[in-house]
């Protein structure tokens, strides 16, 4: 079974400890850098989830609420750690913070960027029912951005 789990000062060090391989590297930011961002975030309503599977960590997410337009939840990281992938955490965590989000309605959908050359990770997010915006971050030629619209 897998949760969803505020990052709480009882499993903050287990959560920063998570990683992804080294291949992933270039496409997310550290467990710290995730951590940091929540708290940089913390007036956008950011919320760093720690993925857990019988009670122990095994992934990491960054979740916020995105104001200007196009108004949306911003799911802004998302990790597996590099022991726990190919087992379904993953698919089951965006399915889970979807329905989380989904049943908040605040936004009416949820957006993230992927970069072109994360495979995997385009392919979850698809296999979800994200599609293609079609919009293109001056400042990140390199991603595609993908919505999910509840």
């Not at 995730?34 to 989830?49: D, P, S």
């Not at 990790?79 to 989380?100: C, H, P, S």
Request: hydrophobic share 45%.
């Amino acid at each position: 079974m897998v949760e969803l789990n505020e990052v709480t000062e009882q499993n903050w060090l287990q959560v920063v400890r998570l990683s992804v391989s080294d291949a992933q590297k270039a496409f997310v930011a550290p467990a710290v850098g995730i951590l940091a961002r929540a708290y940089v975030y913390r007036n956008c309503r950011a919320r760093a989830l720690a993925v857990e599977a019988a009670g122990k960590p095994v992934g990491l997410l960054l979740v916020r609420d995105l104001d200007e337009e196009p108004a949306c939840y911003e799911l802004q990281q998302f990790f597996i750690d590099a022991a726990y992938q190919g087992q379904g955490y993953g698919k089951v965590a965006l399915g889970e913070v979807l329905r989380m989000l989904s049943e908040e309605r605040k936004y009416p959908c949820v957006e993230v960027c992927v970069n072109r050359a994360d495979l995997p990770a385009l392919h979850v997010y698809e296999a979800a029912g994200f599609q293609n915006t079609g919009y293109m971050d001056p400042e990140l030629p390199e991603c595609r951005n993908l919505r999910h619209m509840f």
